[in-house]
Structures are given as structure tokens and as C-alpha cells.
């Protein structure tokens, strides 16, 4: 019986193992690859990101300046957000929340010129956004 | 005598993944084993005609969901001695620091899922507390807890800054404590050892015979551990492969208990050599050629046949992965045993079926 | 390329693989390769001491292969899955699928086989 006793000492000393979760939340570390930003500001369409995408969910059109992305078939490995020459892709450190349907992301702006007006920044719940 | 055929799988609580084994029993003892695999059958070897040569990192990451970033490396290896690219020392180390600890995060898996083959919860739960802390140090450092994604052809894709290595050292000197905790329970508990000593036992020359590989060949006594090859930083650092002697299911959980020891080890060298330095370079051009890779991972040896002829996309693609090799040792240790020790015999050769059977 | 390929035909195939195993080599796996139309290259790996050695045997579409389960038992795991997957026969295989080990019964294609025409079904 006394072997166990050290063990329960020990246990009863120290603090818990678990976190207190939803009361306490761990805030995100630094370079999480959570959901996917761009910033359409600063875009140019050049297309590099959907070339490289390993699961192909990006999509640009060069002329109309408009960038389609579906974050359901997105894996988040940031390979678009290191190789994007503009720096207007970035990953976030949260996760992306869930969504109750399936939906696309669309943005658009001015390809190549200077933008006076930009349509929707994205929130994290967004959905098919209009002109 | 009247036989049952008792199916085990492809759902039973001890499997991580699916494996199907259609046991002949005959009063308790089986006399017969036939396997099935083809349950998470996904092709990707195929997908080299989609994905050019660069895009296939992250196809070949998601080959295996423990074991991920070593899948990377072997293939990044690959395709970097067909193209004559040498990679920089210092993403090397990096390299290095991330696949031991990925190993050591694999081999606690494995831990807990043993305790919890007969019956030992707590002790399962134990091992997924370090396990825990493993998995934070990869999201503090790479984005992502076990898909990490951090090899491309020449180099990585992320840096380690001075005190990131610093508050790595204070980490895993606590997991070494953590560890020491839980030795005399694991390995000196009557219970523990009434289920595992003279279980499954596998000798040296039938090892050897059906060639067996990784901590399973270990434990039977055969030396072999590809790092031993010394790729990537491997050959300036100091290593010994843990080798074991019964080859019974202790001898096994005791291997691979020391092999986490002798990860904390490496990376406590690899920490102390880095190098400083650039961590990538950029690479032009494409493969062409043929080339074989071999790579520790923590199941055992993969090896990786690569076929390129000059286009983006890869002509072929052969990946064989260490359980794939110690299935067949599965049909020569279960006959004879008792029904209820078919779990955890099979666990302890450390299936992962989903590597299997890509 | 710096690795020992050695060519073998399909008759001294067993007997090579059967030296190979008197001097201590372990049996590491098989690739099979499409090189065009109507030839597949199939490579056998070794091992000893942490060095490879290899063998092609180059083989025609529709031509049964000698298996190495007689000599290799656990080469049966991987004729299967090459059965499957490419449609090459491999002869005296130790347990046979019948290309059911990954693929269902019912799928007559051969998956990983650029150039390929349905098998013809299988006589039950």
C-alpha cells in the first residue's frame, strides 16, 4: 500500500494536466496555417497561386480580376501564401470554423491598376459574395 | 475437432486502420490465418500523372497520418540526388530535429494504443499527455500539429530561431521525466508482463526469412536500422540502433520505448550542432532518371523507386512502406496462440494500413 | 545510375532470386513499370548489409511470370497487388487473390496501366 503513496501525494499537489476548457482557451500560436486571407487590395491575378495549389481550389481570371477559392478542397499547406509575389495571400492563425454549407469564395477587384473600390473582405463566414 | 472461422477486423477497437484477418480457431488455439487488405485503397501512386513533381509533397504527406513528414523527406531525397541538388547543412539539421521528433510522437502513439490493447487506460492516457506536448512544439514551430509540411526539393520551408531551439530543450527534458515516470509501470508490472512475455515470439533466421524491418526485426535481434545509412545529418551525429533479443511482444514495446530515449538524444545533438546558414535553395530545371531512396521511419524502412524522364510529371512512382513487410511475419506467429492474444500480437508489429495500402 | 541492376530472362529468374537467398540477402519488394505499349520492366530489390541490389526482367503483356513464393514467401503480398493493379499472371503464387486483393470483383480494368485494354472476364 505504501508503494502508491508518493504517486498520491504527487497527484493531489500538483496542478491539473487538463486545461478547463471552454472556461480557459489556449490563445493560437504564431505561424498556425489556419484559414486562408488574401487581401485583394493587393493582388494582381497573376495566376502563380493557382498553378502551384496542390489541390487545385484556387481559380483566377487575369482579365475580369476576379479570384475564386473553395476553402472545403483547400488541405491549408501555404504553399500559395509563400509564393505569392504581391503578398496579398496570408494564412490566419485560427482555423477555419465550420459551415453549414458547402460555399465558395469570390473576390474581385481591379487587375493592375490602382483600386479606388474594392468589393467584400472575407470574414471567416462568408459566402458567395456579390459585386 | 471442429473448426470456427472467426473474422477479426476490419473494425476492432486495437486497430488504428482497417486490416482484416480471417482466423481459423479450433478450441481456443488458431491453426490458420488468411489476410485481406483493400479497405482504404486510394490509388495515390497514380495521381503522378495529375501533380507535377512539386505538387506531389503534399500528396505524399497524406500517404500516412502518423508518419507524414518522413514520407516527404524520403521523397524530397529522391528527387534531390536525380536532379544532383545538394541541400544546404543547416535544413539538413532542421530536417533531422523534425523527423526524430515526429518518430517520437509516432512511438507514443503506438505506446498508448498498447496499454490500451489489454486493457490499461491509464496508462494509455499517460502516454498521450506527452504525446500532447510533442504535438504543441510542432504547431509552436511548423503550423500544423501532425501533417507538417515543412520539406520542399531543396531544403525546408520554415526556419527554427535560437529561442525556439532553447524552449525545445526545456520541453523534451520534460518529456524524459515524464518518460522515466512511466518506465517501471510499462515494463516492470506483473499484469504487463503476463500478457506480453513469450507472445508472438519471432526468431532471428525467420525474421531475417521474411523480411522484416524496423523495431519488429529489431526486437529478434537483427541490427538493422536504416539510419545507420546515414542520410540527411545523420552521419555526423552519434547512433547506435536499440536492439533486443526475445522477440516476443515485450521485447518489442521495450524497443521501441528506448528508441524514444535515443530520439530525445538525437535531437539534443542536432540542436547542439546546427549550423548556421540559408534553409533552401531554389532548384531549376526537372528530374530525369531512376532512383531508389531509403528512409527510416519510425515502422520500420521505407523505400521509395522514383522514375522521372524529364517532364513535369513523374513516370512512376513505387512506394513501399515497413508494415507492408511485416504482414507475412503475422501469418508465422499466430498459429499456435491463444484467440485472446490475437490483439495484441497484432498490434505489436505496429500496423499502419493506411501506408500499406496507399 | 550508381545502383547494381543486373538483367535476368524469365527462365533463369527463380534460379537467381534462389542464389541470391544462399547468400544472405534480404527480400525487400517489387516494382513494376510501364514502359510502353506492350512491355512492363518489373524490378526485384535486395538487400544485405544496408546494400541494394537489383534485378529487371523485362516481360511482354499477356506473358505469365514464375512467382517467388516458393523461394520468398513473403514476396506473395506484392505479386498480388502487382496482379491487381497492372494485370501481369503470376504463376504458383502462394495464396492467390485472383485480383480481389485491393479491387473489387466486379472492376475488369487494370488501374495503374496507361496503355490498357479490359481483361476479359474471369472464368469463375
Known amino acids: 500500500m505504501f508503494k502508491m503513496t508518493p504517486n498520491v501525494i504527487r497527484n493531489l499537489l500538483h496542478k491539473k494536466a487538463t486545461r478547463l476548457y471552454p472556461r480557459l482557451i489556449r490563445p493560437a500560436f504564431e505561424n498556425v496555417r489556419g484559414a486562408l486571407f488574401n487581401d485583394v487590395a493587393q493582388c494582381t491575378f497573376c495566376g502563380v497561386c493557382a498553378v502551384k495549389c496542390p489541390s487545385q481550389c484556387i481559380a483566377v481570371d487575369k482579365k475580369a480580376g476576379i479570384w475564386i477559392y473553395d476553402p472545403f478542397a483547400c488541405v491549408f499547406c501555404g504553399i500559395c501564401a509563400d509564393i505569392c509575389p504581391a503578398e496579398s495571400l496570408h494564412q490566419q492563425s485560427e482555423y477555419r470554423l465550420p459551415l453549414a454549407g458547402r460555399e465558395t469564395i469570390t473576390l474581385k477587384g481591379e487587375p493592375k491598376q490602382k483600386i479606388e473600390k474594392t468589393t467584400q473582405i472575407p470574414e471567416e463566414e462568408n459566402d458567395d459574395s456579390k459585386d | 475437432m471442429l473448426k470456427t472461422i472467426i473474422p477479426f477486423g476490419p473494425q476492432h477497437p486495437v486497430l488504428p486502420e482497417p486490416l482484416h484477418l480471417k482466423l481459423t480457431v479450433e478450441d481456443e488455439i488458431i491453426t490458420d490465418v488468411f489476410p485481406a487488405l483493400g479497405f482504404v485503397h486510394r490509388g495515390l501512386e497514380n495521381l503522378v500523372n495529375i501533380r507535377d513533381f512539386q505538387q506531389m509533397i503534399q500528396v505524399i504527406e497524406r500517404v500516412c497520418g502518423i508518419c507524414s513528414m518522413l514520407h516527404a523527406m524520403c521523397f524530397c531525397q529522391g528527387i534531390e540526388e536525380m536532379m544532383g541538388v545538394e541541400v ?42 506527452i504525446r500532447e506536448k510533442l504535438l504543441d512544439i510542432n504547431e509552436a514551430t511548423t503550423g500544423n500539429r501532425v501533417i507538417i509540411s515543412v520539406n520542399v526539393i531543396g531544403g525546408v520551408r520554415r526556419d527554427l530561431s535560437g529561442e525556439q531551439l532553447r524552449s525545445m530543450l526545456s520541453d523534451i527534458s520534460w518529456i524524459e521525466d515524464e518518460m522515466g515516470l512511466l518506465e517501471t509501470t510499462l515494463l516492470s508490472d506483473y499484469t504487463v508482463k503476463k500478457r506480453t512475455v513469450g507472445k508472438g515470439v519471432l526468431s532471428k533466421e525467420k525474421a531475417f526469412e521474411l523480411g522484416v524491418v524496423g523495431p519488429t526485426a529489431r526486437a529478434s535481434g537483427i541490427a538493422q536500422d536504416m539510419r545507420m545509412l546515414g542520410y540527411s545529418a545523420l552521419g555526423q551525429l552519434d547512433f547506435e540502433p536499440v536492439v533486443g533479443t526475445d522477440g516476443d511482444c515485450y521485447a518489442r514495446s521495450k524497443v521501441r520505448f528506448q528508441e524514444v530515449r535515443q530520439s530525445i538524444n538525437l535531437v539534443r545533438q542536432a540542436i547542439a550542432k546546427i549550423p548556421e546558414g540559408e534553409i533552401r535553395i531554389k532548384i531549376k530545371g526537372r528530374p530525369a532518371g531512376e532512383t531508389v531512396t531509403r528512409v527510416e521511419q519510425p515502422r520500420g524502412e521505407l523505400f521509395y523507386y522514383i522514375k522521372a524522364n524529364g517532364s513535369k510529371n513523374l513516370e512512376r512512382l513505387r512506394i513501399r512502406t515497413p508494415t507492408f513487410a511485416n504482414i507475412p511475419a503475422l501469418l508465422s506467429i499466430l498459429p499456435g496462440m491463444w484467440l485472446s492474444d490475437v490483439p495484441v500480437v497484432v498490434l505489436s508489429i505496429d500496423p499502419c494500413i493506411s501506408c500499406t495500402e496507399r | 545510375m550508381r545502383h547494381d541492376v543486373t538483367c535476368v530472362s524469365l527462365e533463369a529468374l527463380v534460379g537467381e532470386v534462389a542464389k541470391i537467398k544462399v547468400q544472405g540477402y534480404r527480400f525487400v519488394t517489387l516494382s513494376c513499370v510501364e514502359r510502353d505499349e506492350d512491355t512492363f520492366d518489373i524490378f526485384y530489390h535486395f538487400d544485405k548489409n544496408l546494400m ?43 495464396f492467390d487473390y485472383e485480383r480481389t486483393f485491393y479491387l473489387d470483383e466486379e472492376v475488369r480494368a487494370t488501374p495503374f496501366c496507361r496503355f490498357t485494354v479490359a481483361k476479359a472476364a474471369r472464368n469463375e
Open chain 2, 88 to 129: 544546404p547543412p543547416r535544413a539538413k539539421f532542421l530536417r533531422i530535429i523534425w523527423s526524430e521528433l515526429h518518430r517520437m510522437q509516432s512511438h507514443l502513439l503506438w505506446l498508448g494504443l498498447f496499454a490500451d490493447s489489454f486493457g490499461f487506460e491509464s496508462l494509455f492516457m499517460q502516454f498521450w499527455k
Open chain 3, 52 to 94: 541494394l541490389k537489383h534485378f529487371k526482367l523485362s516481360v511482354s503483356k499477356g506473358v505469365p511470370v514464375p512467382s517467388l513464393s516458393p523461394v520468398y514467401f513473403a514476396a506473395f503480398l506484392v505479386e498480388n497487388e502487382i496482379q491487381d493493379l497492372f494485370g501481369i499472371a503470376f504463376e504458383k503464387l502462394a
